[in-house]
């Protein structure tokens, strides 16, 4: 795929968020495909109804559809470093880290059990910096927003919002993406949102988000906003890097 234009990131943002009744979802192992992309670089998934909360595995089902998973434990955030700006010369400077966080809110739905809405990313971040742009590229990676409780099993609708965002001079977001992924974006931030009804769970797996500059990109950051809704009951709990 090419690489997409800020004008079209801009004009994305005026769409919808991706549902599954928008995506003409199909299953695969325990997981309902809400979207998966013809690269296979970003994908959605929900688990399909009845699956055990304590068993199911986003990932296994992501790795049958052959998608490139990031980092599979979340830790301390760990920046990338090494990027001061352009080298003056032809040589090439890298550098690689991980991005990762979760938090938990505590949720309690009108007539139901109170339990956790869970937010969780970890994502690879790779920059590198070169004779005429540095860049700094997000994936692969994977969030969760995930209603964690048993009674009701599922929310009416759960949310999952990701964002990701870099410090530098002049930083442009560029995106290797099919049109209609639903990414937003301009200058050093991205983000991401979508909905999906009668579920207790979303993730979304994804690669290629760079941002680049003439001059310096740095301090890498992203964010997973989960929430969960229970009629006109919201929770939102956010995990920062």
Same mark, same amino acid.
């Given at each position: 795929?090419?690489?997409?234009?800020?004008?079209?990131?801009?004009?994305?943002?005026?769409?919808?968020?991706?549902?599954?009744?928008?995506?003409?979802?199909?299953?695969?192992?325990? +997981? =309902?495909? @809400?979207?998966?992309?013809?690269?296979?670089?970003? /994908?959605?998934?929900v688990p399909? #109804? !009845?699956? &055990?909360?304590?068993?199911?595995?986003?990932?296994?089902?992501?790795?049958?559809?052959?998608?490139?998973?990031?980092?599979?434990?979340?830790?301390?955030?760990?920046?990338?470093?090494?990027?001061?700006?352009r080298t003056?010369?032809?040589?090439?400077?890298?550098?690689?880290?991980?991005?990762?966080?979760?938090?938990?809110?505590?949720?309690?739905?009108?007539?139901?059990?109170?339990?956790?809405?869970?937010?969780?990313? +970890? =994502?690879? @971040?790779?920059?590198?910096?070169?004779?005429?742009? /540095?860049?700094?590229?997000?994936? #692969? !990676?994977? &969030?969760?927003?995930?209603?964690?409780?048993?009674?009701?099993?599922?929310?009416?609708?759960?949310?999952?919002?990701?964002?990701?965002?870099?410090?530098?001079?002049?930083?442009?977001?560029?995106?290797?993406?099919?049109?209609?992924?639903?990414?937003?974006?301009?200058?050093?931030?991205?983000?991401?949102?979508?909905?999906?009804?009668?579920?207790?769970?979303?993730?979304?797996?994804?690669?290629?988000?760079?941002?680049? +500059?003439?001059? @310096?990109?740095?301090?890498?950051?992203?964010?997973?906003?989960?929430?969960?809704?229970?009629? !006109?009951?919201?929770?939102?709990?956010?995990?920062?890097?």
């Open positions: 795929m090419g690489v997409a234009t800020l004008a079209t990131l801009v004009a994305l943002a005026a769409g919808p968020a991706v549902t599954a009744s928008a995506a003409n979802p199909h299953s695969v192992g325990n +997981s =309902t495909v @809400v979207y998966l992309s013809p690269d296979r670089s970003f /994908a959605v998934l399909l #109804p !009845g699956v &055990s909360k304590q068993s199911y595995s986003a990932s296994r089902d992501l790795q049958a559809l052959n998608v490139q998973l990031g980092p599979q434990t979340v830790t301390s955030s760990t920046n990338v470093s090494g990027l001061t700006g003056g010369s032809k040589h090439t400077v890298t550098a690689a880290g991980t991005l990762s966080a979760s938090n938990s809110n505590r949720t309690c739905p009108p007539g139901g059990l109170c339990d956790n809405t869970t937010a969780w990313f +970890s =994502t690879t @971040v790779n920059a590198q910096s070169g004779w005429w742009v /540095a860049t700094m590229t997000f994936g #692969p !990676g994977q &969030s969760q927003a995930a209603w964690l409780g048993c009674c009701p099993w599922n929310a009416t609708t759960m949310y999952l919002t990701d964002n990701w965002s870099v410090g530098g001079i002049a930083v442009s977001v560029n995106i290797s993406m099919p049109p209609g992924i639903g990414i937003a974006g301009s200058g050093s931030s991205a983000s991401w949102s979508s909905s999906v009804n009668n579920v207790w769970l979303i993730t979304h797996s994804f690669n290629g988000i760079q941002f680049s +500059s003439n001059w @310096v990109v740095c301090c890498p950051s992203e964010s997973a906003w989960a929430t969960s809704q229970f009629g !006109g009951y919201f929770v939102t709990t956010v995990a920062n890097s």
